[in-house]
């Protein structure tokens, strides 16, 4: 099946042809019919990117006969699927005023006939504007999320991850445990050096833990020098083999910027127990934070 793409012209997005295989005359915004603009108004009801998807799979199922769809972001990798896949499919991309907004393929067990694709490339008119909401506000969000100088994810973004994975390990019966860091007399870098040299150790301590961790694990910025890492499907022992390896690796680190630089580290680590919430497992891991520093700092401690 050929790949078609969309073009912005007057108030909706209109289909042309990328590749030779047959002809799509474009349509005027105000022939593309009620059904269009019906099914735009109610994928205009979410922001949600996999509620958007979802939505508009079981919309276009009441026109046309699919088994599924699967829809991959602009970025090539991430996917979501509505259905199930099948053995024929027309696949398009999908732009607007140049913008690449990802691709959509549709499935079924038999061909589409001429009039079928026609009336979908129709349908697809009605996805093309909530989809660029949809992708703007999930951009938005994400940099909402991320701390600027290091570009991990902030406290925002820790918060709503540690309800979540907490909530998987206690469904799923899996362990999983957390790691608090912080930065050891972090000050004294501001006061001998300045804030902007302060900024660059954040950076490399952020940058030294990101090529510690497994691809599993997550990472955030809580704030100031302080970091955090879930670590899903890992027990205490686990947890604290990877927390000497991340102590480690950031007191190897020798300089910064050309700066001859001794950087060490605290941890506390905590892991999930059957009465855990996620407020209380990170109270644990940073009551073992603070134990560490009492105890002399540059160590692990177990909450």
Not at 50 to 68: A, C, H, N, T, W
Not at 106 to 130: D, H, Q, T
Not at 165 to 186: K, T
């Amino acid at each position: 099946m050929e790949t078609l793409g969309f073009k912005n012209t007057g108030n909706l997005a209109l289909v042309n042809p990328l590749q030779s295989h047959g002809t799509v005359v474009p349509t005027a915004p105000e022939n593309l019919g009620p059904r269009v603009l019906e099914l735009s108004s109610i994928l205009q009801t979410t922001l949600e990117l996999e509620l958007q998807v979802q939505m508009f799979g079981k919309e276009i199922q009441r026109y046309l006969s699919v088994d599924g769809l699967l829809y991959t972001l602009p970025d090539g990798e991430n996917r979501l699927l509505y259905g199930q896949e099948a053995s024929h499919r027309a696949t398009y991309d999908l732009k607007l005023e140049e913008r690449s907004l990802g691709s959509v393929r549709v499935y079924r067990e038999v061909p589409f006939a001429e009039k079928e694709i026609a009336s979908l490339e129709n349908l697809l008119c009605a996805l093309v504007y909530p989809l660029r909401n949809a992708l703007t506000y999930k951009q938005a969000v994400e940099l909402a999320s991320r701390d600027p100088l290091t570009g991990v994810p902030n406290r925002m973004a820790l918060d709503s991850s540690l309800a979540r994975e907490v909530d998987l390990a206690h469904r799923q019966g899996l362990p999983m445990s957390i790691l608090v860091i912080d930065v050891d007399h972090f000050k004294r870098f501001n006061d001998d050096f300045g804030h902007a040299f302060g900024d660059d150790v954040l950076v490399a301590v952020a940058q030294s833990i990101a090529n510690t961790i497994r691809r599993s694990d997550l990472m955030f910025r809580f704030g100031g020098e302080e970091f955090v890492v879930l670590a899903s499907h890992t027990a205490e022992e686990g947890a604290k083999l990877l927390s000497e390896r991340i102590r480690e690796n950031i007191a190897a680190i020798a300089t910064i910027r050309g700066r001859d630089t001794q950087v060490t580290a605290s941890v506390g680590v905590a892991q999930l127990n059957e009465a855990d919430t996620a407020e209380g497992l990170f109270e644990r891991a940073d009551q073992a934070l603070y134990s560490a520093k009492r105890n002399g700092r540059n160590r692990t401690m177990v909450g």
